[in-house]
């Protein structure tokens, strides 16, 4: 079974821009959806948007304007980049496979926005 | 958007008990777009129920879920230990997709 694995800076200063990624082993990122979604502290889950492995996207329209999803299928990975970060993008991002529902997820990587 | 809203928030209950957890959507949602996951403590969530009543690969049978329309339920028929943590409901109907706020299933 395939399984996803993110990783980026835990640490990002206000204004700056999150990236995080996601690598998919054991299985092909072609063929599918991929999602990235969070959880801040002490909330509920927020879906950020998804990616085809072709390229379309479809993003959260409280994100819209500061998030770019992409696919790289010759390194098996998603790309998450959310721009002018607030202390309010502090969370959990979790990748996540779609196969109608959200069917294999990763462990999620805590990033936090502080100066 | 469609607005998910659990209850309880917090249900006790002992092992060997019965769950059952509600889900209320603002508007309708079509019964293949509609999931529960099951979340505990440093883990990744995991799929339970998707399609409103079908079970993920390797979900034991006394978790199943039902509804329709506006009203969602996940019930688990007995407790056992492992199945204490944070439940999720989530439609996947209409963008932006949504998840509930969560119930916790904790021990009594």
């Known amino acids: 079974q395939a399984q996803l694995q993110e990783s980026g800076p835990g640490l990002v200063k206000p204004s700056e821009t999150l990236s995080l990624t996601c690598t998919v082993s054991?299985?092909?990122?072609?063929?599918?959806?991929w999602s990235w979604i969070r959880q801040p502290p002490g909330k509920g889950l927020e879906w950020v948007g998804y990616?085809?492995?072709?390229?379309?996207?479809n993003y959260n329209p409280s994100l819209k304007s500061r998030v770019t999803i992409s696919v790289d299928t010759s390194k098996n990975q998603s790309s998450l980049k959310l721009s002018s970060v607030t202390a309010a993008d502090t969370a959990v991002y979790y990748c996540?496979?779609?196969?109608?529902?959200?069917?294999?997820w990763g462990q999620g990587t805590t990033v936090t926005v502080s100066s | 958007e469609i607005v998910l809203t659990q209850s309880p928030g917090t249900l006790s209950l002992s092992p060997g008990e019965r769950a059952t957890l509600s889900c209320r959507a603002s508007?309708?949602?079509?019964?293949?777009?509609f999931a529960w996951y099951q979340h505990k403590p440093g883990q990744a969530p995991g799929l339970l129920i998707y399609?409103?009543?079908n079970r993920a690969t390797g979900i034991p049978d006394r978790f199943s879920g039902s509804g329709s329309g506006t009203d969602f339920t996940l019930t688990i028929s007995r407790l056992e230990p492992e199945d204490f943590a944070v439940y999720y409901c989530?439609?996947?109907?209409?963008?932006?997709?949504?998840f509930g706020q969560g119930t916790k299933v904790e021990i009594k």
């Open positions: 996540a496979r779609i196969r109608g529902a959200f069917d294999i």
């Open positions: 054991g299985g092909s990122i072609s063929g599918y959806y």
């Open positions: 990616i085809y492995y072709s390229g379309s996207t």
């Open positions: 508007q309708s949602v079509g019964s293949n777009y």
């Open positions: 399609g409103t009543s």
């Open positions: 989530h439609q996947y109907n209409n963008s932006p997709w949504t």
